[in-house]
């Protein structure tokens, strides 16, 4: 019954009908007479759907073709009332497709659409020149489109997405969040890939998404969220861009997602590679205040996936390479506060809150990171060791003398060098060498 309706379905109409009329001349048994009118419901039901199929098509390729004619006419002149006759046109279309309309219906009209798209393109890269309401229902035009065509269609996919770039560099926030809105609903692992391409398209992008995400778009923030959840989302975002602003604002969202568990497992192991390569460019980054900002919410970020032992991204603990940096960044801030550069205690925190009585506790760089270094060595032998090493202990120890005021910090030395004492018994050989450096009183 595969056959077209023009040929096949028509040829077994006539074979049936023919048969009945047979079977019926001779006295045909009720049952074989039943099984052929059943072929016929069936030939029947073929023609019928075909039928249909065929009108539906004419109709789509009879509405997008008055939609291309009202593009052309707003491309020459956008005045108000033709801006208004692509939109009512491009709403009928969008009725048009739907849960009803089947995919080959819609690639029939491939060359159209595309069309469409390039025209639609052209008429709204002016912002001045088109209305928000035309920009808007042109999104939803898109996520129509979208929701019903695959996405190995490039023609199509590929004109659509000039289109959310071009409405993501609207300076109409309703137009630019309504295109992050669109992306979310279409994105997934392979657009992540598509969009980690080194081009100029993509480019652009990228810088019209993090210039939305730093005026705190929320659906920018929603969209960046489901990015998240995809493997290899975390090296895409860091990688796109230089900037240490924009970097420590996805370092912020990143630190969320972590929190509420949104976070695919696979980004936190890259993410440390990229944690490392920060920790060796800090000397000729000490004084970029958005360079530390973004450091320490990177250490935040690992300091929340190693909090909880029921954490799905506990295991993180097992990279040594997160060790490592984590007590190189120790020892180097260290380094620049004997120097004189002491670049956790400023006259404002990273958070742009004012130092003092109500400072957040865990708002300093090194606070975070003494943090860190103690949930890396609670319990594990492994951490507690190399960090040992790498020369943690007498650091650890000198913090509770020179950061005596700071008792967040305080505490979590003390709870870093117990447990270290508690599974390396080089740690516990090195302390109990160790002699006072002045007179010891117990109040």
Not at 17 to 24: C, E, K, L, T
Not at 178 to 183: D, E, N, P, Q, R
Not at 265 to 290: A, G, I, Q, R, T
Request: aromatic share 8%; proline share 2%.
């Amino acid at each position: 019954m595969q056959q077209g309706p023009e040929g096949g379905s028509k040829h077994i109409y006539m074979e049936v009908s023919r048969q009945i009329g047979s079977m019926a001349a001779k006295g045909a048994r009720v049952l074989e007479f039943r099984c052929v009118v059943s072929e016929l419901y069936i030939a029947l039901r073929t023609i019928l759907i075909a039928s249909v199929t065929s009108l539906r098509c004419r109709l789509q390729k009879r509405m997008l073709t008055k939609l291309l004619n009202a593009l052309d006419a707003a491309a020459e002149l956008s005045t108000t009332d033709r801006l208004d006759e692509v939109i009512h046109n491009m709403v009928e279309v969008g009725k048009s497709i739907g849960s009803n309309s089947s995919v080959e219906e819609l690639l029939a009209q491939q060359n159209l659409l595309v069309r469409m798209l390039k025209k639609m393109n052209r008429l709204l890269e002016e912002e001045e020149a088109c209305k928000a309401s035309c920009a808007l229902c042109s999104i939803e035009f898109l996520e129509r489109i979208a929701r019903y065509v695959p996405s190995s269609t490039v023609p199509i996919w590929k004109h659509m997405k000039a289109s959310i770039i071009n409405f993501l560099a609207w300076s109409d926030s309703r137009v630019s969040e309504h295109a992050c809105w669109l992306v979310t609903t279409i994105i997934d692992g392979d657009w992540v890939k598509q969009w980690s391409e080194n081009s100029l398209e993509k480019k652009k992008f990228w810088k019209n998404f993090f210039a939305l995400l730093q005026a705190d778009s929320l659906q920018a923030q929603r969209l960046l969220e489901e990015m998240f959840t995809f493997p290899g989302s975390v090296t895409l975002l860091f990688s796109v861009t230089d900037d240490f602003n924009v970097e420590s604002t996805v370092a912020k969202h990143l630190c969320c997602a972590i929190r509420h568990k949104q976070l695919n497992n696979s980004n936190l192991f890259p993410l440390v590679s990229y944690f490392s390569e920060m920790v060796c460019v800090l000397k000729d980054n000490s004084e970029n205040e958005s360079f530390l900002c973004t450091l320490r919410r990177l250490v935040k970020a690992f300091c929340l996936a190693t909090s909880d032992d029921q954490s799905p991204y506990f295991s993180v603990r097992n990279n040594f390479a997160l060790t490592i940096g984590a007590v190189d960044l120790l020892r180097q801030i260290d380094e620049l506060a004997k120097s004189g550069i002491e670049i956790y205690k400023r006259k404002r925190d990273f958070d742009n809150g004012i130092n003092g009585g109500n400072e957040n506790p865990a708002s300093g760089l090194k606070q975070c990171l003494v943090r860190l270094i103690a949930n890396l060595t609670c319990e594990h032998h492994g951490n507690c060791d190399l960090a040992r090493k790498l020369g943690a202990v007498p650091i650890l120890l000198e913090s509770t003398k020179l950061d005596c005021c700071n008792l967040f910090m305080t505490q979590w030395a003390i709870f870093a060098l117990r447990s270290m004492m508690k599974e390396d018994s080089g740690c516990r050989d090195i302390i109990s060498s160790m002699k006072p450096t002045s007179d010891v009183r117990l109040d």
